[in-house]
């Protein structure tokens, strides 16, 4: 693992610890855990806004085993965690 921690085994950056006040909101990232979009193969639910997904929907896994419509998986900001890259 190339990135730096800092003695909590946390990167410096979002360790609430060693990161100085001001940039103590990276840590209130959330990392998500949605899975690709896919195209919903067959009707269903959203797991979060229980709105009625159809066949050809966008939609997405939400680490939970429940399924997120195109609304709810969406992610403000979104970045791949490859790009988590705070150097
Ligand atoms: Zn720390
Ligand atoms: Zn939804």
């Known amino acids: 693992m190339a990135d730096e921690q800092c003695i909590h085994d946390l990167s410096p950056l979002s360790c609430a610890v060693c990161s100085p006040p001001a940039r103590a909101s990276v840590a209130a990232f959330v990392i998500y ?27 997405r896994a939400d680490g939970q085993g429940g399924w997120l419509c195109g609304m709810c998986g969406e992610i403000p900001g979104e970045f791949s965690r490859s790009d988590w890259d705070w150097s």
């Open 33 to 59: 855990d949605y899975g690709p979009w896919v195209e919903a193969g067959f009707p269903g639910r959203c797991a979060d806004c229980g709105e009625t997904v159809s066949p050809g929907d966008q939609i």
